[in-house]
């Protein structure tokens, strides 16, 4: 096997023709509206409400900040029930609202929150469950809201991974009290750094869009210390233009997606997600999980072998978040409490994905993981 000539990340940001921007960029000049819901922030959460079939949408600076802000408009406080398998952002969010993060562990087919878990660890002071849609793979909806509703918790979904993910031909960020989407640069539509929040009715919507401008209702009300959240025009308009090519960008990483599945198929302790027939999904991920036992050699193994061949994939989410220093002394953190997410942690292994990978990376990258089980 001949090394990548150039490497190989786990993603690269996606970026339309430069000249299809300066249009943009020209407008903004002449216009000078740089931010403060302007023109381009008004269409944009218009044309992502049609793309997305939702009501209403409230755009952000970054995803962080909307959940941030989405535990305050729904005034959620005391604890909160999360998971230990997501990006840092997160728990994060929890933190600087000084709420307790309570981890219950994920379930084995999806690596999302375990429904089944969460009664468990209930407590007078629960206000809210904080599930992730990981990958871009439906959390368990029913159960989930079922839980919700029985013992009176809010319900707030980071969908940072689920941008144009639908499920029976609903998006999945339409679920859940408040979702949260993330437009950062490496996820499958971005706006640079963005993100936003997806409600159900003009009163939230409006108290979401107070809370990211100060708290200003109007020029001289102020409701409480709001952030300042808002998305600038540049961001906005970067988003109007990517929401063109979103839908191709999904189609070539589900291409790539097939072709990582046909190489990889028949390797002992190799696993990967098929299809799940309801779903259509936005293929922004390509996790695999490594059995040490089946496979004969461990994911760090592997992670270590794929980078001399100049391919760098990352191992997503390890360590659990819960196993940060801010959050492991915390009674759900404890080593044993969390074992699905302890055991995934340590298997799993995200191989690159975005839309200008080259066709035959996946071939190449499956040939690298087969021969080095062979040599052991
Ligand atoms: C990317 C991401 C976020 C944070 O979004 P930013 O826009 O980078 O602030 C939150 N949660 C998850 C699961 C993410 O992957």
């Not at 979702?179 to 409006?206: M, P, Q, R, W």
């Not at 690159?352 to 021969?371: G, S």
């Amino acid at each position: 096997m001949e090394k990548f000539k150039q490497p190989i990340y786990v993603t690269e940001s996606f970026l339309p023709p430069l000249e299809e921007f300066q249009g943009y960029l020209a407008d903004i000049w002449r216009s000078k509206w740089l931010t403060n819901n302007g023109n381009y922030h008004q269409r944009l959460e218009r044309a992502l409400c049609d793309y997305l079939g939702v009501k209403y949408i409230s755009l952000f600076s970054n995803g962080t900040l909307a959940l941030v802000t989405a535990l305050q408009v729904l005034r959620i406080a005391g604890e909160v029930i999360t998971t230990p398998f997501s990006f840092v952002a997160t728990t994060h969010a929890l933190w600087w609202n000084k709420i307790k993060p309570v981890f219950v562990d994920i379930e084995p087919r999806t690596f999302n929150l375990d429904a089944a878990k969460i009664e468990a660890a209930i407590t007078p002071q629960t206000t809210a469950i904080l599930p992730v849609h990981v990958y871009g793979n439906p959390c368990d909806l029913e159960g989930l809201q079922k839980i919700a509703d029985t013992y009176g918790l809010k319900l707030i979904y980071d969908a940072a991974h689920a941008f144009g993910v639908k499920i029976r031909g609903t998006a999945l960020a339409g679920f859940g009290d408040l979702a949260v989407l993330s437009f950062h640069a490496t996820k499958i539509f971005n706006t640079f750094e963005g993100g936003a929040i997806v409600c159900h009715d003009a009163k939230t919507k409006k108290r979401i869009d107070f809370l990211k401008n100060f708290g200003f209702a109007d020029e001289t009300t102020v409701v409480e210390p709001g952030i300042n959240a808002k998305m600038n025009e540049f961001q906005a308009a970067l988003g109007l233009l990517q929401l063109q090519y979103v839908g191709t960008s999904i189609e070539r990483n589900r291409a790539l997606t097939r072709s990582y599945r046909a190489a990889l198929g028949g390797i002992p302790g190799i696993r990967f997600f098929e299809d799940i027939p309801e779903v259509e999904h936005n293929y922004s991920y390509f996790p695999i999980v490594i059995e040490t036992e089946n496979y004969g050699k461990s994911r760090d193994e592997v992670y270590d072998h794929l980078k001399k061949y100049n391919v760098f994939s990352r191992r997503y989410f390890y360590p659990l978040i819960s196993q940060f220093p801010s959050y492991r002394g915390l009674e759900s953190a404890k080593e044993g409490m969390l074992p699905v997410a302890e055991t995934i942690a340590r298997q799993i292994l995200c191989l690159p994905m975005y839309p200008n990978l080259p066709a035959d990376a996946p071939q190449k990258i499956a040939d690298i993981v087969r021969r080095f089980q062979e040599r052991r």
